[in-house]
Each structure stands twice: as structure tokens, then as C-alpha cells.
């Protein structure tokens, strides 16, 4: 057996401290496994004082990042976050002769193409697996598992804060502002929580699921991104009676036409497992051309689940005891992501074809069903099921109603002749519908 791989941690956080505690306790299991021991020489921490739940004894404790990333290591954990200081520090232990594990979705997604290829240069690793899904080894699965697959599709619940919000609407009745703040008391949620609800934490980890799965650069830019201020009550309550659960997904779909890339909040028919998929829960369902519908399910966030993930990235880069990595980062070889058309089509929300979810509030009056559904037939939109709320005020009824099949500039087009209307109100609600067929 060499000697041991030794590991600085910049940042002893929640995600940290596992490490540290995960590597501690199955330190024999791990070494078995990695051919050689794992061991945390060094780490940098913001506040020296902080209580810790983690023993420090053995590891030199630095008050700056930079201390860590010059110190005697083979192998940078960079758990701070961000994208400016996190990326220099990247940078800088490349350049030293390190391999780098990073937890750090954003990073990955907006500035990961210069940095892989950085690393790669240098013959040196660059792993991410904890950036996406925590404790669920995701990007393992597409990189390697089912490297034989032509990938047509993913989608999946990426974003535990969201998913944890939507089940308490949905199971307890909550409002959306009590689950987000239980969300933040149960450490779920970024520092700035509007990453979460607005979908831009699940775009990230989207970009990166999708690189790995089509053989793309990183493009974050290409996402589109829609938050969870959409979804009132109502409509978690006439989704249910519908047949759906409203979930936040991310999806990726590429066709001959492109590669679309969305987050959004969207109707999953209530028997699928992402529907059944829980609080904070993470769930990713790869659909592949040999292997058919593939579900994984795990724990998103939280200390323990994402350090199994870092940790299995480190026992990678103790195995390859100094020499190349043989897997490439985005799962693709250089040459092949390079030999991707530049701009890689992408296609606009207005092309992406969905079914639709629609809730109208309208005046109780003979002629309304008609009026909507000439409307939707004109543009050659299918109702596929319908549900009208009688009156509770003696005055509006609401209607829900889920479509067929169709692009969102035919959708739009329809919707705007259906404001138009004189018996529609403001208030309309329109979420997208995934049944994976
Ligand atoms: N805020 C993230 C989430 C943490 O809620 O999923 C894990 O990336």
C-alpha cells in the first residue's frame, strides 16, 4: 500500500465536518477500498472558536484558504462556495500539482469548462460529484454506469429546499413563507435562499447533469429558469384531484432539433416515483437508449450524504496514485466535446413542446366551456382532462384543465385569446405537465 492521499479541506462547514467525521469513522472500509489510508492533514476555518461537530485532533487548523491550498497536500476539498475566491483557489492548487473535489454547483455550471480544462492540462483530477444531488452518485451513473447509453432525457428533483417546500404545501397545508423558513432552520437552503425557490440552484446542477449526459460544454446561460412563485395552493390542491403532484423539476431532453434545458414547476402524474419523492429528498430519472427508465433516489443535502460523495471522488484520485485520470471529467474526451457545434443548438422555451396544466378563474355564465375549448381546438390543442370548481362566492367558478401536447408559442398564443376573454379574470395559472412516455 502507498502512503496515505493527503487531503486539505478549504471551509468547515456542514459539509466539511462530515468529511472529516465520514473519513474518521469508516477510515478501515475506506482505505480497503482506496488501496491506501484518506487522511485530513489540513483544513482552514473562518471562525476558530465555532463549536464543531468533528474532532480537529491531528489536523492543522489555518485561519486562510490560501494556507491550506500551499500546505503539503495531494488533494484540495474546496467547500466554501461561490464562484470568485472558490475559483481562484481552484486555480491555485491546480497550478501547484493538486487535484481538486468540489462540492460547488455554481462554480461547475458557470465557470467549469476553463477549469476542467485547467486541470486536464496538467494531468490532474477535477471531481464534482458532490455538486449535484448530494448523496446520490449521479454523475457517476452517467459518466461510467451507463456510459454504453445514448441519453435522451433526465429530469429530476435537484433541489432539496423546493422539494421540501412544495410537500409541506402539499401534505401539511403550510404556506409557502413557514416552509421555507423551516427549510433554512433544517440547513436545506443556500445562504441566499432565493437560489432554491427561484430555481437557480437546480439550473446549476441541470447544467452539469446535462454536459455529462449529452456530451456538451457547461452552459448555464442555455437554462430556463421558472421559480416556485407560481404555484398557489389552489393549484397544488386541483393537481391533486387531477391525478398530479406538483414537483420543481429540472429537465433535459436532447432530440435532432437540440438540447433543451428547463426548471420549472411541473405536474408529474401521482403514481411516477419523482411524484412519490418526498421533503427533502432528491430523485434523477435517466432515460437512456439501451437501458430504458432509470430512477435514483437519495438524500440531496446535509453533511453525511455529501460527504459519501466527496469521499468517493477522493478514493478515485487515491487509486490513480499520482498517474492521469482515466475518466474524463464531463464523461466525454476533450476532442469530443470540442468537436460539439459552437453555439450548441439550444432551442428557445417558445419551441420546447409540453403538456399544460391551466387554472382560469371565469364567471359562472352558459357559453364559457365553449368559448375556452373553440379556442384550444383552433390551435389544435387536445383537452385531455377537465375539472370545473362550482362557485364558492356565487360568482366565479375555477377551471382546471390539462392539454394535449404542444409548443409554448402555440400554448401562449391560444392563452393570450383566452384573456382576451371578457368573462376570464387575472388570476390564470399555467404549469407545465410531464407524464415520461
Ligand atoms: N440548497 C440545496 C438544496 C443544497 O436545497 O438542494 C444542496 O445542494
Known amino acids: 500500500m502507498s502512503g496515505p492521499l493527503k487531503v486539505g479541506i478549504v471551509g468547515l462547514g456542514t459539509v466539511g465536518q462530515g468529511v472529516v467525521r465520514v473519513l474518521?469513522?469508516?477510515?478501515?472500509?475506506?482505505?480497503?477500498?482506496?488501496?491506501?489510508?484518506?487522511?485530513?492533514?489540513?483544513?482552514?476555518?473562518?471562525?476558530?472558536?465555532?463549536?464543531?461537530?468533528?474532532?480537529?485532533?491531528?489536523?492543522?487548523?489555518?485561519?486562510?484558504?490560501?494556507?491550506v491550498v500551499a500546505a503539503d497536500v495531494d488533494v484540495i476539498c474546496e467547500l466554501i462556495g461561490g464562484t470568485d475566491l472558490a475559483n481562484d483557489l481552484i486555480l491555485a492548487a491546480l497550478a501547484g500539482g493538486k487535484s481538486v473535489v468540489t462540492a460547488n454547483k455554481a462554480l461547475i455550471a458557470e465557470k467549469g469548462n476553463a477549469l476542467i480544462a485547467d486541470a486536464q492540462a496538467r494531468g490532474l483530477s477535477l471531481s464534482f460529484e458532490a455538486a449535484v444531488a448530494g448523496g446520490i452518485p449521479i454523475i457517476k451513473v452517467l459518466r461510467e454506469g451507463l456510459t454504453a447509453n445514448a441519453i435522451d432525457s433526465l429530469a429530476g428533483i435537484i433541489n432539496g429546499t423546493s422539494n421540501y417546500i412544495l410537500t409541506q404545501m402539499t401534505v401539511k397545508g403550510q404556506s409557502f413563507a413557514d416552509a421555507l423558513k423551516?427549510?433554512?432552520?433544517?440547513?436545506?437552503?443556500?445562504?441566499?435562499?432565493?437560489?432554491?425557490?427561484?430555481?437557480?440552484?437546480?439550473?446549476?446542477?441541470?447544467?452539469?447533469?446535462?454536459?455529462?449526459?449529452?456530451?456538451?460544454?457547461?452552459?448555464?446561460?442555455?437554462?430556463?429558469?421558472?421559480?416556485?412563485?407560481?404555484?398557489?395552493?389552489?393549484d397544488i390542491q386541483l393537481a391533486r384531484e387531477l391525478g398530479y403532484r406538483i414537483k420543481s423539476l429540472g429537465i433535459a431532453k436532447r432530440s435532432e432539433q437540440g438540447v433543451e434545458l428547463r426548471v420549472h414547476p411541473t405536474l408529474v402524474p401521482d403514481d411516477h416515483l419523482l411524484a412519490k419523492t418526498d421533503g427533502a429528498l432528491n430523485a434523477v430519472r435517466v432515460h437512456g437508449n439501451a437501458v430504458g427508465q432509470t430512477v435514483y433516489v437519495g438524500r440531496g443535502a446535509g453533511g453525511e450524504p455529501t460527504a459519501s460523495a466527496v469521499i468517493a471522488d477522493l478514493v478515485d484520485i487515491a487509486r490513480l496514485n499520482g498517474a492521469r485520470p482515466v475518466v474524463p471529467a464531463l464523461g466525454f474526451t476533450a476532442a469530443a466535446l470540442a468537436a460539439q457545434p459552437t453555439p450548441f443548438p439550444i432551442l428557445g422555451i417558445e419551441e420546447i413542446e409540453s403538456a399544460y396544466y391551466l387554472r382560469?378563474?371565469?364567471?359562472?355564465?352558459?357559453?364559457?366551456?365553449?368559448?375556452?375549448?373553440?379556442?384550444?381546438?383552433?390551435?389544435?390543442?387536445?383537452?385531455?382532462?377537465?375539472?370545473?370548481?362550482?362557485?364558492?362566492?356565487?360568482?366565479?367558478a375555477r377551471i382546471a384543465i390539462i392539454t394535449s401536447v404542444v409548443s409554448g408559442s402555440r400554448f401562449d398564443a391560444a392563452l393570450e385569446r383566452i384573456r382576451a376573454l371578457p368573462f376570464v379574470r387575472a388570476d390564470i395559472s399555467r404549469l407545465r405537465v410531464e407524464h415520461f412516455e
Open 360 to 396: 382560469l378563474t371565469v364567471a359562472d355564465e352558459p357559453g364559457v366551456l365553449r368559448a375556452l375549448t373553440t379556442i384550444l381546438a383552433d390551435a389544435d390543442i387536445s383537452v385531455e382532462a377537465i375539472l370545473q370548481k362550482e362557485p364558492e362566492d356565487h360568482e366565479d
Open 24 to 67: 474518521q469513522k469508516n477510515a478501515a472500509a475506506i482505505a480497503a477500498r482506496a488501496g491506501r489510508a484518506i487522511v485530513v492533514t489540513d483544513v482552514s476555518v473562518r471562525n476558530a472558536a465555532a463549536s464543531r461537530d468533528c474532532s480537529l485532533a491531528g489536523i492543522r487548523v489555518h485561519a486562510t484558504p490560501e494556507a
Open 182 to 234: 423551516d427549510a433554512q432552520k433544517l440547513g436545506y437552503a443556500e445562504a441566499d435562499p432565493t437560489f432554491d425557490v427561484e430555481g437557480i440552484d437546480a439550473a446549476h446542477k441541470l447544467t452539469i447533469l446535462a454536459s455529462i449526459a449529452f456530451g456538451t460544454p457547461l452552459n448555464f446561460a442555455a437554462v430556463a429558469t421558472e421559480g416556485l412563485s407560481k404555484v398557489q395552493a389552489q
